[in-house]
């Protein structure tokens, strides 16, 4: 058999064009204040639903005493999308530098808050 014979075409296999990343228009791009994701990760209950190149197991910590700001960046002057009332459980999915990054839940509201403002659920 030639190597030419060998090769598989990719149209004939199986599951060609019904698996869940099919290539089939623009993408949809969910709201990322509601929404776990971002375009390097997202929260590993959107595995199999959205594509990126990481999935991350959420790290609950609790919100200290005196609440946190949700905001929509990791930025002092970013906009503020809700306040964390102390003791409210947060989904670490990323911590750079004193920011962390994530959700009160699977379905949001997804934001930064200040690392220092967190502490771990024992």
Same mark, same amino acid.
């Given at each position: ?10 149209? !004939? ?6 698996? @869940?990343? #099919? ?7 969910? =709201? %990322? ?19 990126? @190149?990481?999935? &991350?197991? @959420?790290? %609950? ?11 929509? !960046? %990791?930025? +002092? =002057? ?7 009332? +102390?003791? =409210? ?5 990323? #911590?750079?530098?004193?920011? &962390? ?13 200040? &690392? =220092? ?6």
């Amino acid at each position: 058999m030639s190597r030419a014979e060998n090769t598989t075409d990719a149209s !004939q296999a199986p599951n060609h064009g019904q698996g @869940p990343y #099919v290539l089939s228009g623009p993408s949809v791009r969910p =709201d %990322p204040r509601k929404v776990p994701i971002r375009g390097d990760l997202a929260h590993i209950g959107l595995a199999g639903k959205y594509f990126v @190149p990481h999935y &991350a197991v @959420p790290q %609950p910590r609790t919100v200290m005493p005196g609440g946190a700001p949700l905001l929509a !960046q %990791p930025s +002092e =002057d970013a906009e503020e999308l809700c306040i964390l009332m +102390e003791g =409210d459980s947060f989904e670490v999915l990323d #911590v750079t530098g004193k920011w &962390a990054w994530g959700c009160l839940s699977l379905d949001g509201p997804v934001g930064y808050l200040r &690392a =220092d403002r967190l502490e771990t659920i024992e």
